[in-house]
């Protein structure tokens, strides 16, 4: 049985005359730049996320980029990280001119360790950015305790955690901002790129709005520098759509995962630990063998996708090798770099998918594929 990584045609298939519909109707109505779909998606998020302030930008990448830029962090300034992310998360420091400072992440849920945040406070520390980690929120509650303590800004990087919570908050709500993507392989995710920014101040909230419109409030009148990240008409429909799916699709990857967890318990892989404080997503479900590469080797062998998120940490990037930055800065980091595998996940699986994976997943284990 062939198993892919991700299958976004299934998706689209179970919900086609919705998105084909809501499609159709842009196109007929032939407004594509920041229209109807836009505003009302941002008033559907903002009551999922509970009344939060948001604003529909082109990409999590933007979010991020703009959340900074908002709070005037820049040349001199210091932003505590984690570099076991996608690179956007750090590019967004360096891209308003900041210095990224990575902090070693927790060798469990592979967020950042918020005891190696304190380890990095300088006087030059402006703001916080944590990452939840494949669709599971770093701890919240002590990140905020040290921001709070330290006068720190916290912007959290909830681009694969949408639907997440940590002890009944939702993912990007805890900080001063939080930011999401609509990539086409999130949980929520959209035909093209897309994001979105939760501000908690209205006043941050409308200096967005400014930013990602060249800086305008009204049209041909520029008060600021902004830039161009406008969320398309089309973008914003087809994820008005699958919006109201997303707590139930989370559901079904929660319970595949649990599904995984039965079968693959008692073999020498190390499956992804769940704080019990955090509803965990399942973005993607990550495992961890010190045989890696003769893992996926085996497993793409028998038709079966894997990805590895990621295989460096964002500091050993050569786009990052002008900071100075050296192999064993973070060691937890880098080890779980070397180990760490995902394998197919997403709610159109079934449960003979999912059996045939774990069974191929046993038998290099015990069968033919063990050392």
């Known amino acids: 049985m062939k198993i892919p990584f991700i299958d976004l045609k299934a998706q689209f298939h179970r919900i086609r005359p919705e998105i084909t519909s809501a499609v159709g109707d842009v196109l007929d109505k032939a407004t594509f730049i920041m229209g109807e779909n836009v505003l009302l998606l941002e008033k559907e998020v903002s009551q999922y996320?509970?009344?939060?302030k948001t604003i529909a930008v082109g990409s999590g990448s933007d979010a991020l980029y703009l959340a900074l830029k908002a709070?005037?962090?820049?040349?001199?300034?210091?932003?505590?990280?984690t570099p076991f992310s996608f690179i956007s998360t750090a590019d967004a420091i360096i891209r308003n001119g900041a210095t990224p400072i990575f902090a070693?992440?927790?060798?469990?849920?592979?967020?950042?360790?918020?005891?190696?945040?304190?380890?990095?406070?300088?006087?030059?520390?402006?703001?916080i950015i944590p990452v939840h980690l494949y669709g599971q929120c770093a701890e919240m509650d002590q990140i905020m305790e040290i921001a709070k303590k330290h006068s720190l800004l916290v912007i959290e990087d909830a681009c694969q955690a949408f639907g997440a919570a940590y002890k009944g908050r939702k993912a990007g709500t805890w900080g001063d901002i939080g930011c999401?993507?609509?990539?086409?392989?999130?949980?929520?995710?959209?035909?093209?790129?897309?994001?979105?920014?939760v501000a908690a101040d209205p006043k941050i909230a409308l200096l967005l709005r400014k930013l990602r419109m060249y800086g305008s409030e009204t049209?041909?009148?520029?008060?600021?520098?902004?830039?161009?990240?406008?969320l398309d008409e089309i973008q914003a429909a087809v994820l008005r759509v699958k919006l109201p799916y997303i707590d139930q699709w989370n559901k079904e990857r929660r319970e595949f995962a649990a599904k995984y967890d039965s079968l693959l318990r008692n073999l020498p892989l190390i499956l992804p630990f769940s704080n019990q404080a955090a509803q965990h997503i399942y973005h993607l479900y990550v495992v961890r063998t010190e045989q890696r590469d003769k893992?996926?080797?085996?497993?793409?062998d028998h038709e079966i996708g894997t990805a590895i998120h990621y295989p460096k940490p964002i500091y050993l990037q050569?786009?990052?090798?002008?900071?100075?930055?050296?192999?064993?800065?973070?060691?937890?980091?880098?080890?779980?770099?070397?180990?760490?595998?995902?394998?197919?996940?997403?709610?159109?699986?079934?449960?003979?998918?999912?059996?045939?994976?774990?069974?191929?997943?046993?038998?290099?284990?015990?069968?033919e594929g063990r050392l």
Do not use: W
């Open 49 to 52: 996320l509970g009344g939060e």
């Open 71 to 81: 709070y005037q962090i820049g040349p001199g300034d210091e932003v505590i990280t």
């Open 104 to 127: 070693d992440i927790h060798p469990q849920t592979y967020n950042i360790d918020p005891d190696e945040i304190l380890k990095h406070i300088t006087p030059r520390t402006k703001a």
């Open 180 to 197: 999401f993507s609509f990539f086409p392989t999130k949980n929520l995710g959209g035909c093209g790129d897309g994001g979105m920014i």
């Open 219 to 230: 049209r041909y009148h520029h008060v600021i520098h902004g830039v161009n990240s406008r």
């Open 295 to 300: 893992f996926i080797s085996y497993l793409n």
């Open 318 to 367: 050569p786009s990052y090798s002008h900071l100075g930055y050296y192999q064993g800065l973070c060691p937890q980091a880098e080890s779980a770099a070397s180990q760490i595998c995902a394998i197919p996940l997403y709610p159109e699986m079934t449960d003979e998918m999912v059996n045939e994976v774990a069974r191929v997943i046993r038998t290099f284990f015990h069968g």
